[in-house]
């Protein structure tokens, strides 16, 4: 019995000295070395995550941890100070701010990157566009069944992210409330947990519609053309329309930190607008944003 | 095993006052830590009110149990929890109807009927389903059965009450079973061999002594394996289908209690107005799992004292 | 009733308990060698060692793998101590009426408390009140009192199963109450205790609602101490399947293979300690 302990806890001690060699820049002790730590938004994740791994390779000694959670997720850790930087897809609350400044600092939002929030549906959908009404419509529950917008004779399957979710509420104030600012989303609207589930299931339900970043689109979905109004042209988010603004459901996205970003974060933010960062960010199937240095 | 030196006489060690002094710490210790599971009891019980009260200033405690709107983040956030409760209600009602005659079934037959070497099978295998954990039977709920039960029932999405149900079955089949079989096999064989001396086959024992001599364990195990229905959260959380409005229907998709506190604490600002509301539904699925575990241990000691007697 | 009637009775009920049982078997073993087969093809040495890349997409899963060892270690540290205590008093020292039935009924009720509220009152009493933060020390102490339950009924079971005839002799010996405990009980106890100590620790490295809302991140980083965020299986695998986009399905299912395996190797073991025991108890009495 003693020996099996003896050989658990030398298992415990060549695990963590093993681990002290592995992932990039982990000695804290090295020069220019830290830590800096991204939470926030799911839109932006694979981003930032991109964004983390490519600054670990260039400047080796400091480590950037990112997660996900959504952009409320995020502003709550940076009012609470669990974390360094947060990522939002949609802008702070006033009550947000206002619990900032509570804890005594003031939020500082830096633009980053712009986002198409592109709307799909199943590839077997018929459907080629819709109109804001209509899709304000649809996700208030006004309109049922497909084929009140030409499509099939089936009821809507209305997926959306939680509210814990950025693009939640920033679908939520241009779409929904596009006309009437008291909407809210209908009562059959299904709020799945995560981004990967609503892909899954739009990828597979031919009667699902759902939001999410353009990042997140993949071959198995179809996505809308989206018209300001009946007689407007569809516009498909890319990133000629989302920058020139003709695609309707566009946003920018921020990451925030406490006061104005300082030593090491701004080190890291600032990269993150340069030439390398914005790289990224086209890769990812965003569009770079105006204000670069 | 090794036997230790119990020959070792004691007497030599002797009881020197540093042993006694030493020995009475210990003693103090074990005495304290006796409480340990009561007092880690009373914690919960105590932060989650702190936590959760709170919210009783802003909406009253039938607004909040009753109303049918939940809006956290909106302005003004409106906090009503009836969606969730039905919901998670309708989800384990569905399993405990799958779980619940299967799992008495499977009992009676690993009791009664199969051999002892398919027994030593068979409870491993029971073992091994309680062990999966919840987080990969929702995947699998997610992968295999969603869309399963969406062409079978001829339903627009497979993320509904009655997959979520079927799921969660298969958390709450191992306790049914292992405290049912326990209760069959705990029953005197006098009982038995009574039965059989009146000349009853093997199934009429079984059902009209060996069964209800059993209810009470088979009772608390339904009870018990229910409690565990309503507090799982992943497997629901992946698969239940995140309606917020009332459920009318097995196949609607729904929303349960734990899920949805499992997605909005993360992001709940620290003590604000949804944190609150979210640990006042902590308090309703503590009171609930609190009752259903009392009563279980109630009638489970009664079948105590009845084989005792 | 005839008795040709009665047989006939007999045999259908029987063919539909035999079925109910195939009913429970049969998902069981489905689910098992599905998941083998769709994830055994990604699991090799590198994907159990390297970090993951891209944010799951490729490289390995090492940092949920390490977490949920730190988790185990967490909960052997916390939990065994002070539920084996609690279980030397219940059964040693205690005297069987009101007080223990309190105890007992307290026991049970902490094995019913669902996961997410353990999270809550992790998030509330060590995050927050104890200052710990979101870390892997809050994360270890909630998940140690998620499994107290298992830990104290194992360890009891164990303590009683020692006869009353070895505590006789060594009290004729002239040994105090815990000299009996510690040299005579424990050491016939260690096998049992230890068996409950591997379900307890199994558990543990299962749950993911608790370590959600205490501790976890998905980073790639390595905890440097107890108060740093960590990645743990359960959590990586909700992360790839319902977070990241883009994640390979054999990477998805093979880290539930590991996560599924890992659980069932430490049951699997309990299981066949637990037989041992029992063979070895009646070779005994």
Not at chain 2, 197 to 206: D, M, P, S, V
Not at chain 3, 133 to 150: E, R
């Amino acid at each position: 019995m003693k020996r099996i302990i003896l050989v658990f806890l030398a298992l415990v001690f060549l695990a963590s000295s093993c681990t002290s060699g592995l992932g990039p820049g982990t000695s804290p002790t090295s020069p220019a070395g830290g830590n800096i730590v991204v939470k926030g938004s799911d839109t932006m994740v694979n981003l930032a995550s991109a964004w983390a791994e490519e600054y670990e390779i260039k400047h080796p000694g400091v480590k950037v941890s990112v997660s996900g959670g959504g952009s409320g997720f995020g502003i709550t850790a940076l009012i609470e100070g669990t974390t360094d930087i947060c990522n939002n897809s949609r802008s702070w609350k006033p009550e947000e701010v206002e619990n900032a400044r509570a804890k005594g600092f003031e939020p500082v939002s830096v633009a980053v990157a712009l986002d198409g929030v592109a709307v799909v549906v199943n590839p077997q959908n018929p459907v080629n566009s819709l109109t804001i009404d209509q899709l304000a419509a649809i996700y208030t529950g006004k309109i049922a069944n497909w084929r009140e917008v030409g499509g099939v004779d089936s009821p809507i399957v209305v997926l959306s992210r939680d509210n814990n979710s950025g693009t939640h509420i920033f679908f939520k104030e241009q779409v929904v409330q596009a006309k009437d600012k008291q909407a809210e989303y209908g009562p059959d609207v299904m709020f799945l947990p995560t981004s990967q589930s609503i892909s899954d299931e739009v990828a597979r339900n031919p009667y699902a519609i759902a939001y999410f970043g353009l990042g997140y689109v993949t071959r198995e979905h179809k996505v809308l053309g989206i018209k300001k109004d009946t007689s407007s042209e569809a516009v498909k988010p890319d990133m000629s329309t989302i920058k020139d603004g003709t695609y309707p459901v566009a946003r920018p996205l921020y990451v925030t930190t406490r006061g104005e970003a300082q030593g090491l974060i701004k080190e890291y933010i600032d990269w993150i607008l340069g030439s390398d960062g914005q790289k990224i960010v086209s890769e990812l199937d965003f569009v770079p944003h105006a204000t670069q240095k | 095993m090794r036997t230790r030196k119990c020959g070792k006489t004691f007497l030599s060690e002797g009881h020197s006052p540093k042993r006694r002094v030493g020995e009475k710490v210990i003693e103090a210790l074990i005495r304290f830590s006796g409480w340990i599971t009561l007092i880690v009891l009373g914690l919960i019980m105590i932060l989650l009110f702190r936590e959760g009260l709170p919210i009783f200033g802003y909406t009253d405690p039938v607004s909040f149990l009753f109303g049918t709107t939940w809006l956290p983040v909106s302005s003004p956030p409106v906090f009503g929890i009836l969606p969730f409760v039905i919901g998670s209600l309708m989800i384990t009602l569905v399993a405990l109807v799958i779980a619940v005659p299967i799992g008495i079934g499977t009992a009676a037959f690993i009791s009664e009927i199969a051999p002892t070497g398919l027994k030593e099978l068979l409870k491993p295998i029971i073992e091994i389903l309680a062990g999966f954990p919840s987080i990969v039977l929702g995947f699998i709920g997610f992968i295999l059965l969603a869309p399963l039960v969406q062409s079978v029932f001829h339903l627009s999405t497979g993320l509904n009450g009655l997959t979520a149900g079927i799921m969660l079955s298969l958390i709450c089949l191992p306790t049914i079973i292992s405290i049912s079989e326990d209760a069959l096999s705990s029953v005197p064989s006098e009982y038995k061999e009574a039965s059989y001396a009146l000349g009853a086959t093997r199934w009429q024992t079984i059902r009209k002594v060996l069964l209800p001599a059993a209810s009470p364990g088979v009772v608390a195990s339904i009870m018990l394996g229910m409690g565990r229905a309503i507090g799982e959260t992943m497997t629901v959380l992946m698969i239940s289908g995140g309606r917020l409005s009332i459920p009318t229907n097995i196949t609607d998709p729904m929303s349960a209690l734990t899920a949805r506190i499992a997605i909005e604490i993360n992001n709940a600002s620290f003590r604000g107005l949804q944190f609150q509301a979210l640990f006042a539904m902590g308090i309703v699925l503590f009171l609930i799992t609190l009752v259903v575990n009392i009563v279980a241990d109630l009638v489970l000691e009664k079948q105590r004292r009845r084989l005792r007697a | 009733m005839s008795l040709k009637k009665r047989n006939l009775r007999q045999i259908v009920a029987f063919f539909f308990l035999t079925l109910a049982c195939f009913l429970v078997v049969a998902p069981v073993i489905y689910m098992l060698v599905y998941i083998g087969l769709q994830g055994a093809g990604a699991i090799n040495w590198e994907f159990l060692s390297q970090l993951p890349r891209k944010r799951g997409i490729e490289g390995g899963i090492f940092s949920a793998i390490l977490g949920t060892f730190y988790l185990m270690l967490g909960v052997v540290v916390f939990a065994l101590p002070v539920g084996l205590l609690a279980a030397i008093y219940l059964q040693e020292y205690a005297k069987q009426g009101r007080i223990v039935r309190l105890i007992n009924l307290s026991i049970i009720n902490l094995a019913g408390v669902p996961s997410i509220v353990y999270g809550l009152f992790g998030l509330s009493f060590f995050v927050l009140l104890m200052k710990m933060g979101s870390s892997l020390l809050a994360a270890s102490l909630t998940l140690s009192c998620l499994v107290l339950p298992v830990v104290v009924t194992a360890a009891r079971e164990a303590l009683a199963a020692v006869p009353n005839s070895l505590r006789e002799a060594s009290y004729a010996l002239g040994a105090t109450r815990w000299q009996t405990i510690r040299k005579v009980v424990l050491p016939q106890a260690y096998p049992g205790i230890i068996t409950g100590l591997i379900l307890a620790v199994s558990r543990a490295a299962g749950e993911t609602a608790p370590i959600l809302v205490t501790g976890t991140a998905f980073t790639a980083i390595i905890p440097g101490s107890p108060f740093d965020q960590f990645n743990a299986l359960p959590y990586h695998l909700y992360a790839v399947a319902t977070q990241v986009p883009g994640i390979p399905s054999e990477i998805k299912w093979a880290t539930a293979l590991v996560l599924l395996g890992l659980v069932l190797l430490f049951n699997l073991t309990a299981i066949i300690m637990r037989a041992r025991l029992r063979a070895f108890k009646r070779k005994w009495s």
